[in-house]
């Protein structure tokens, strides 16, 4: 096969590598292939847009969802346009181009010239900047990740507005319950849909208790009897099952076996008595994948009727000790660009992803309880302590026999473990699934960078 031929075919394998070199450099250059080394390229591209014949990667995400079109940037990035109409589309704004006088209307109020509306194809693309100002929206061009990010104020406003009841059910604070006459303790929790921020700039709508995903802690004693209003306010039927309790068939909460399904509107009240000591869950019981999927669980958690004694100072930690610290961490996501039934783009720790997970704050030598409770609809977390081990202290409710000594312990839908251990060394420690893409905020398809952690990890920070 070898014969004189050889050095023309090397020669027309050379001449074809260097046309398409030059090619592609000539053809957008650093945007187009950037944005497809990093993943972000073909699945976006907008007909249209595209044939601008300037880089096409680039997604323009507005609290965290990402629109139809991507951006494009010109040539030597002094320019970064997005489409007008679907940042307007996704506020709910009315829009109008009056192609004649090239003027754009939001709401019936001039864009100013400064936006600079032009056509491409036939998408009006107007300047990010200029744009996002006319409309009061903060924008950041984040040319690094091929992304322009878009965040209305009240993204803002509800991340910050959230924060405190973030805070009260990882400190495992219960709602303060209304005590009737006969000394049972009574709670309402309203089914509703509600704007959730599982990060800084990030909104979603949750299906929520009460307006937050996570619901409010329940937390009564052993022994104490339970009432609790369920009120519907949701456009399709719920209920509530009080995962790991002991209770009478009919208040289970399953629809359409123990009860009938809580119609929009209705409500339901549910009486038990709080039958045993441990950490455990309340979640909706009809359209799981959505209704627990969107934030529709909370944690219940029943004290002992006797308070045991404190942890000692050193030596093996069990349950039925009393510890400095008592954390709730329920383990799930949101899901902010998935559609409601694929696996979360944001897994969240009590709703929220890190870096916006509130740390644990110590001193050396305290003793915490971290009552884990994986409400995830499928995934499993395995979650991993940097710089000390700890006891698996309880399971699903109940104290273990011998408490085990790990690091890193499995969790499966709808398990709960409480773990215990003893800050005994000085620094900011990880705390984390170890399931590494739960730890990417915006999934694989979203995230910024392969460096950048999110998702499921918290941290420990221990002071002397
Ligand atoms: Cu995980």
Redesign the pocket.
């Known amino acids: 096969m070898i014969n004189k031929k050889w050095p023309v075919t090397i020669f027309l394998v050379l001449m074809a590598l260097v046309i398409y070199t030059v090619g592609g450099i000539t053809q957008g250059g650093f945007s187009r292939a950037e944005a497809n080394e990093s993943g972000h390229g073909s699945a976006h591209q907008s007909g249209d847009v595209s044939q601008a014949g300037e880089g096409d990667g680039i997604a323009v995400l507005l609290n965290g969802r990402q629109l139809p079109r991507p951006a494009t940037v010109s040539s030597d990035f002094s320019e970064t346009r997005i489409s007008a109409q679907d940042v307007a589309d996704a506020l709910g704004y009315g829009y109008r181009w009056d192609a004649t006088a090239r003027k754009l209307y939001i709401e019936d109020k001039e864009i100013p010239a400064a936006a600079d509306p032009i056509m491409v194809g036939s998408v009006v693309m107007v300047l990010a900047d200029e744009y996002a100002q006319a409309l009061s929206l903060s924008c950041n061009n984040d040319s690094a990740s091929h992304r322009v990010l878009l965040e209305t104020p009240q993204a803002m406003k509800r991340f910050a507005d959230e924060e405190p009841a973030v805070r009260d059910v990882m400190e495992g604070k219960g709602m303060t319950p209304h005590t009737a006459a006969d000394g049972t303790k009574e709670f309402t929790l309203t089914a509703e849909l509600a704007d959730w921020a599982p990060a800084k700039g990030v909104l979603t709508t949750a299906w929520t208790y009460n307006g937050q995903a996570p619901g409010p802690t329940i937390r009564v004693t052993e022994g104490d009897k339970v009432r609790i209003h369920f009120v519907n306010h949701l456009p399709e039927p719920s209920a509530i099952h009080w995962h790991g309790l002991h209770l009478p068939n009919a208040m289970d909460g399953v629809p359409g076996l123990t009860q009938k399904e809580v119609q929009p509107g209705q409500s339901f009240v549910y009486e038990f008595t709080a039958s045993h000591p441990g950490t455990f869950m309340y979640h909706s019981h009809y359209n799981d994948m959505k209704q627990i999927g969107g934030g529709m669980y909370g944690a219940f958690i029943i004290d002992p009727k006797e308070k045991p004694a404190a942890a000692p100072e050193a030596g093996e930690l069990r349950d039925g000790m009393t510890f400095d610290r008592d954390y709730t961490m329920l383990?799930a996501g949101n899901r902010v660009n998935n559609a409601a039934e694929d696996v979360p783009d944001y897994?969240t720790i009590n709703g929220r992803s890190y870096p916006d997970t509130p740390p644990i704050e110590m001193r050396k030598g305290q003793t915490a309880r971290i009552r884990l409770i994986n409400i995830d609809t499928m995934?499993?977390?395995?979650m991993h302590l940097h710089g000390m081990d700890f006891q698996v202290i309880a399971r699903n409710g109940h104290a273990v026999k011998t408490p085990e000594t790990m690091n890193t312990v499995l969790l499966g839908p709808g398990e709960t473990v409480d773990i215990a251990f003893r800050a005994d060394a000085v620094g900011d420690w990880m705390f984390h699934?170890h399931?590494l893409d739960?730890t990417m905020n915006g999934g694989e398809e979203h995230a910024r960078t392969g460096s950048e952690m999110g998702g499921?990890i918290t941290l420990v920070k221990i002071l002397p």
Not at 379 to 382: F, G, K, V
Request: hydrophobic fraction near 50%; proline fraction near 0%; include cysteine.
């Open positions: 383990l897994f995934e499993m977390h395995t699934c399931i739960h499921l």
